[in-house]
């Protein structure tokens, strides 16, 4: 009897990039975890953001189920990728597993990933700061990502963390680049707005930077942008947006 062919491909550079941005750009995830109750598989739904390095962040109440299994088991899965029209199973899609580490109030690590989720999604100030509501980093260990028909690949956690000796430097000077390029770049902002021509309804803003790229939002819509390569210190990341906000427009 012949061994049945894998169904997967190659894991390549297109790949670890789709992945990335599919992690990177979701506003929202499914969070699997193991109910410590029943042992059972548990799904919900949370906000998320990223931390500097890349690791997907959650910001959950202490009164939820799914932080209760967090507490007991670290264990957990997250599921991003949205579906358009017509087949849903036609659209690409993540499954990253992750282990989770709280993160501590009072702590600079705290302070920087409050400021990075707020600029991601603003209306969770009105709860962000309840003393129930903590954030995770969901440190990932392996991924697995569906592109579509025919198109599926195994991924390691490093394949969707950024690994930059520039993190911590861009993370003290992030604020500041996206002031500058409000203040000092009109131009640019306007370059970005037409390559999302089409998409965005409304005034488009960077919501965040980091070494390996940036992302924008309007409204309801987040899209990530990735760089070639990340970046060696914080000058370089204005002239890698303006490489993309002057490229071919997405249209």
């Known amino acids: 009897m012949k061994d049945q062919a894998s169904v997967l491909r190659e894991t390549d550079g297109q790949a670890r990039t789709l992945a990335r941005t599919l992690l990177r750009s979701a506003r929202y995830a499914g969070l699997a975890v193991l109910d410590p109750a029943t042992g059972f598989p548990f799904a919900s739904r949370v906000l998320l ?145 037409t390559r999302f021509k089409g998409k965005i309804d409304g005034t488009l803003r960077v919501c965040g930077v980091d070494s390996a790229g940036f992302d924008v939002i309007s409204g309801d819509y987040l899209s990530r942008c990735e760089f070639e390569e990340p970046v060696t210190n914080p000058g370089e990341i204005i002239p890698h947006i303006s490489k993309i906000a002057y490229s071919i427009p997405e249209i």
């Open 49 to 193: 953001g990223t931390d500097i390095d890349g690791v997907p962040v959650i910001l959950v109440s202490a009164l939820s189920t799914h932080t209760k299994a967090l507490e007991n088991d670290p264990r957990a899965s997250l599921l991003t990728g949205e579906p358009g029209k017509g087949d849903p199973l036609a659209y690409a899609r993540l499954t990253t597993q992750c282990l989770a580490e709280g993160v501590e109030r009072g702590t600079p690590l705290h302070e920087r990933i409050r400021t990075r989720f707020l600029n991601r999604h603003a209306k969770a100030k009105l709860y962000i700061d309840f003393p129930d509501f903590r954030f995770f980093r969901l440190l990932p260990q392996s991924a697995s990502l569906n592109g579509g028909f025919g198109r599926a690949y195994i991924l390691e956690g490093s394949d969707l963390t950024i690994l930059s000796p520039a993190n911590d430097a861009v993370a003290a000077r992030a604020e500041d680049i996206v002031r500058d390029l409000v203040d000092n770049h009109p131009d640019l902002l306007r370059a970005l707005e």
